[in-house]
């Protein structure tokens, strides 16, 4: 489904025109249900492993610039990789609440949405990974299509259809019906998202979905 193809959907899904969904209301549609897709499944598509290094002495670690939801941050010290545990940053400044003091980060939590927050300060400068969900160029007038509307338009159509009603405040049986649409549309990616893993893992020789193989009988 194209950009322009979608804006049409929208519009005649709701039977209202550009004088109310003007291209600016349309797009921040659109920005609101792809960002509302992307944190309810992770898409291994857009699934990223980034690399940096914290400085010594600095408790901030700044975010790729592209991260839409972080999923885990990681230390490698002397060859060990270490997860971080992910708590909020009230957590954090009880903790340790003299950042001047340092020591190995054991936890992080989201500053602001460029930065994370490190606990113990860091000691030294350590290599961290970040595993993250990247957010894509978003659909548009000048990019006609991407991964989601071309591999789930129906998913990013129905949340679309919630925005759409929300904001017109339309009636509540039509936007409880597109919401139900959009949870099954989400939970029928996800199976596929499964079903496309197992067939990877056993071109890969391996199988970390176990399968029962019931006995035929005598």
């Known amino acids: 489904m194209t950009y322009d193809e979608l804006v049409t959907n929208i519009k ?7 004088n109310v969904f003007t291209d600016a209301v349309i797009n921040t549609f659109i920005t609101m249900a792809e960002n509302r897709i992307l944190r309810d499944i992770d898409l291994d598509v ?19 610039s592209t991260i839409l939801t972080h999923r885990y941050l990681m230390t490698t010290i002397g060859g060990v990789q270490t997860f971080l545990e ?10 340790w609440p003299d950042y001047s003091v340092e020591g190995v980060p054991k936890y992080y939590s ?19 990974q970040i595993g993250y969900i990247s957010r ?17 338009p129906e998913v990013l159509l129905y949340a679309c259809l919630v925005q759409a009603y929300s904001y017109t405040k ?17 939970q029928g990616l996800g199976i596929e ?6 067939r990877d893992e056993y071109r890969d020789g391996i199988i970390r979905i176990p399968l029962r193989s019931e006995s035929p009988g005598p």
């Not at 708590?87 to 400044?93: P, W, Y």
């Not at 998202?193 to 197992?198: C, D």
Request: aromatic fraction near 14%.
């Open 193 to 198: 998202q499964q079903g496309r893993r197992r």
């Open 170 to 186: 339309g009636p509540s049986e039509m936007m409880q019906f597109f919401e139900a649409s959009y949870k099954q549309a989400i």
């Open 46 to 64: 857009f699934r990223i492993e980034a690399t940096g290094t914290s400085t010594k002495g600095n408790r901030f670690l700044t975010a790729p």
């Open 136 to 152: 894509p160029a978003q659909l548009s007038a000048t990019n006609t299509t991407t991964w989601v509307s071309t591999n789930a």
């Open 12 to 18: 005649n899904y709701t039977e209202v025109d550009s």
């Open 110 to 128: 989201v500053w602001d949405q460029n930065t994370f927050y490190l606990a113990p300060t860091p000691n030294a400068n350590i290599a961290m």
């Open 86 to 95: 992910f708590r909020d940053t009230s957590f954090l400044k009880e903790y």
